[in-house]
């Protein structure tokens, strides 16, 4: 395979038939017009992610390759270059799911431990990255309250406070609800009840003036959410 092709081809295609490999060779290409300082971020970042995310799965597939997905998108079908949020799309699940590695230690609350992830973020990537990350980490769960309507409510709330994290989120969402056909019935049908009542918000975000992308970007996302509430409404209503 010449590796230009992977540029050509869907991203759960690459992954289908290229794995974790073709999506690291994807995501390279699209960083070989970055100037050198955000492409050695972005590696970095990346290679963090590696470690963090090592034993992480996704049903069928490393972990690793939703965050290469997630960022991959944003550079090509969004139009974003901005190297901060790039790395925070990277890092989208690293201080909710590895805080104990991420900040060193495994003593404090969730909440401490958290808040030294997010601190070590800042340091190594700037508290641009860090407060991004943020945004999208889901805070202590209530085990009292459905989580699935914990989730939704922390998701509207950050996002209605920092656009620039509605891009990363989306893409996120993109890959969770599109790409919702490419996991096993169970988690299908998990994953649809968790997502599908987000849709609406997600739509109305995406539609503001101030979440910065352009009309083509805006419009690309809101085909993949009527696209992802079809495959909702087939796995549940069908």
């Known amino acids: 395979m010449a590796p230009r092709m992977l540029l050509s081809m869907p991203l759960h295609a690459i992954t289908e038939v290229y794995g974790e490999a073709g999506l690291r060779e994807r995501l390279l290409l699209e960083l070989e017009t970055f100037p050198e300082a955000e492409r050695k971020q972005l590696i970095e970042a990346l290679d963090l992610a590696a470690r963090l995310h090592a034993g992480d799965r996704r049903v069928r597939e490393p ?21 901060d949020v790039l790395t925070a799309a990277l890092l989208h699940d690293a201080v ?17 431990l958290t808040e030294a992830a997010i601190a070590e973020l800042a340091s190594r990537f700037g508290p641009r990255v860090a407060e991004l990350v943020r945004s999208v980490t889901n805070p202590e769960y ?13 998701v509207a709330a950050s996002l209605e406070r920092d656009p620039w994290a509605r891009v990363i989120k989306v893409s ?3 890959d969770n609800g599109v790409g ?18 987000l ?33 909702f409404a087939c796995i549940l209503d069908g």
């Open 96 to 112: 909710e799911d590895h805080p104990d590695e991420l900040a060193g230690t495994t003593q404090g609350t969730y909440t401490e």
């Open 199 to 231: 849709v609406p918000k997600l739509r109305e975000l995406v539609g503001r003036p101030d979440t910065p992308l352009s009309i083509a970007a805006k419009d690309h996302i809101l085909d993949q959410l009527d696209l992802a509430e079809e495959r």
């Open 63 to 83: 972990y690793l390759n939703h965050l290469l997905r997630v960022a991959i998108r944003i550079i090509k079908y969004y139009g974003v270059r901005d190297v």
């Open 172 to 174: 996120d969402f993109t």
């Open 180 to 197: 919702v056909v490419h996991t096993t019935p169970e988690k299908a049908v998990s994953a649809a009840r968790k997502y599908r009542p």
């Open 142 to 154: 209530d085990p009292e309250r459905d989580r699935h309507e914990q989730y939704r409510a922390h």
